[in-house]
Every structure is written in C-alpha cells, then in structure tokens.
Nanobody
C-alpha cells in the first residue's frame, strides 16, 4: 500500500508562485520509482481535473493546456517525492491539489488527501 501526503499549499496573490510536494510512504513505497506520478486538482463545483504527469524515469512529462508554461512537475525517486512548481498563478488555479501514484490522464491508483491552493486577485 502506498500513502501519499501533499504539502506546500497556501494563499498567494495572482502572479505569485507556490511549490507543492508529495511524499510517498508505506510498505510498497520502496517501489515508488516504478510509478507514474501525477497532480490533479478540483475546484468547488468542478470535476477533478488533470494537471500534470511524470513517468517513472522522470524524462517524460505531460501538462494540461491550462498550466503549460507555468507549472513544472518533477520527481526525486531517491527521496520518494514528486513536486509541482507553480508560477504565474491565476485565480482560476484555485483548487484542492491532489497527488496520485500510478497516474494517467484520467486518475491514479493511490491518492493523497489534498492541499488547498488559493490564488487571490
């Protein structure tokens, strides 16, 4: 079983930056490097939305059109972590951000509890 814990959310003004981190643990955390990892978000009244994905080796990344050029996903397999650097934040980026392991564009096998990101205008 893989447990994921997100951190780094908060309140920021439009145009600002935040860095989210997701730490994996558990008995199967030792296999973290084999999982594609992703970030998703869900705003109030909205469906869960794909944000970014990174493959197991870290050399392939995918982004939603809405965040391309602004967000960067990365991973550190030695530390069992994945990060999402968010720059040039917009109010429409406001959402709860979730980390997923075994991620595709549609979802994942394991999920964190989420971290709130609020962007004020």
């Amino acid at each position: 079983q893989v447990q994921l814990v997100e951190s780094g959310g908060g309140l920021v003004q439009a145009g600002g930056s935040l860095r989210l981190s997701c730490a994996a643990s558990g008995r199967t955390g030792r296999t973290f490097s084999t999982y594609a990892m992703g970030w998703f978000r869900q705003a109030p009244g909205k469906e869960r939305e794909f944000v970014a994905r990174i493959n197991w080796s870290g050399d392939r990344t995918y982004y939603a059109d809405s965040v391309k050029g602004r967000f960067t996903i990365s991973r550190d397999n030695a530390k069992n972590t994945v990060a999402l650097q968010m720059n040039s934040l917009k109010p429409e980026d406001t959402a709860v951000y979730y980390c997923a392991a075994g991620a595709t564009m549609k979802g994942g096998d394991y999920w964190g509890q989420g971290t709130q990101v609020t962007v004020s205008s």
